[in-house]
T-cell receptor
Framework: AQSVTQLGSHVSVSEGALVLLRCNYS??????LFWYVQYPNQGLQLLLK??????LVKGINGFEAEFKKSETSFHLTKPSAHMSDAAEYFC??????????FGTGTRLKVLA | DTGVSQDPRHKITKRGQNVTFRCDPI?????LYWYRQTLGQGPEFLTY????????KSRLLSDRFSAERPKGSFSTLEIQRTEQGDSAMYLC????????????FGNGTRLTVT
C-alpha cells in the first residue's frame, strides 16, 4: 500500500522568503510522485512530477522538488515566495497503476 | 486541449433529494476518475473508468452513489437520497494513460446539502 504524509497543514512565509513544503511517502515499489496546487474553488493543477532519472525536478512558477529515496521524501521548494503563491498544495504518489494517493495538503500563506 | 469540464460548479440541495453531476474529460483521455474532497483534506478516490468500463469503486462509494460513463466519453455521478455528510467538492480528473501520466482535474462541483 502507498501513502503520503504532508508535514504542516499550514505554512506561512514572508514575500521573498524561501518556500519549503514537506512531503514524505511510503511505497513498496518505485514511486511516481507529483505536486499539485489548488486555488480557492478550483481544481488541482499539476506543478511538477517525478518519474525516473534526474532526482531534482523543476516545475512551473519557479517551483522545484527533489526526490530523496533514502529519506522517502519529495519536498517542494521555491527560492522566493510571491503573493500569488498563496494556495493549497498537495503531494501525491502512484505506483504506476491507475491509483493516485493524495496527501492532506498544506495551505501556504504569503505575508506582505 | 480544452481541459476537463464539470457541471454544475455549485449545487445546493435539500437532504433526501437526488443530484447528478456531469464531467467531460479531455477528449483523447480514456481514463476518468471521480474524487471527493472535504474541507482540509486531500482528494479521496471514489471511482475509476477506463473507457466505458468502471474498473474500481472505493468503499467510500455507498449504494446511494452511482457513476456511469456511457460510450467512454462524458461521465455522470449521481447521489440518491443525499445526506448532509455528502457535502463536499466532487472532482473529476482524466488522463491518457496510467502513471506516470499525471491527472488533469476539472474545477469541481461543490455540493451543499441542507
Amino acid at each position: 500500500a502507498q501513502s503520503v504524509t504532508q508535514l504542516g497543514s499550514h505554512v506561512s512565509v514572508s514575500e521573498g522568503a524561501l518556500v519549503l513544503l514537506r512531503c514524505n511517502y511510503s511505497s513498496s515499489v518505485p514511486p511516481y510522485l507529483f505536486w499539485y496546487v489548488q486555488y480557492p474553488n478550483q481544481g488541482l493543477q499539476l506543478l511538477l512530477k517525478y518519474t525516473t532519472g534526474a532526482t531534482l525536478v523543476k516545475g512551473i512558477n519557479g517551483f522545484e522538488a527533489e526526490f530523496k529515496k533514502s529519506e522517502t521524501s519529495f519536498h517542494l521548494t521555491k527560492p522566493s515566495a510571491h503573493m500569488s503563491d498563496a494556495a493549497e498544495y498537495f503531494c501525491a504518489v502512484s505506483s504506476g497503476t491507475y491509483k493516485y494517493i493524495f496527501g492532506t495538503g498544506t495551505r501556504l500563506k504569503v505575508l506582505a | 486541449d480544452t481541459g476537463v469540464s464539470q457541471d454544475p460548479r455549485h449545487k445546493i440541495t435539500k437532504r433526501g433529494q437526488n443530484v447528478t453531476f456531469r464531467c467531460d474529460p479531455i477528449s483523447e483521455h480514456n481514463r476518468l476518475y471521480w474524487y471527493r474532497q472535504t474541507l482540509g483534506q486531500g482528494p479521496e478516490f471514489l471511482t475509476y473508468f477506463q473507457n466505458e468500463a468502471q474498473l474500481e469503486k472505493s468503499r467510500l462509494l455507498s449504494d446511494r452513489f452511482s457513476a456511469e460513463r456511457p460510450k467512454g466519453s462524458f461521465s455522470t455521478l449521481e447521489i440518491q437520497r443525499t445526506e448532509q455528510g455528502d457535502s463536499a467538492m466532487y472532482l473529476c480528473a482524466s488522463s491518457p494513460r496510467q502513471a506516470p501520466s499525471p491527472l488533469h482535474f476539472g474545477n469541481g462541483t461543490r455540493l451543499t446539502v441542507t
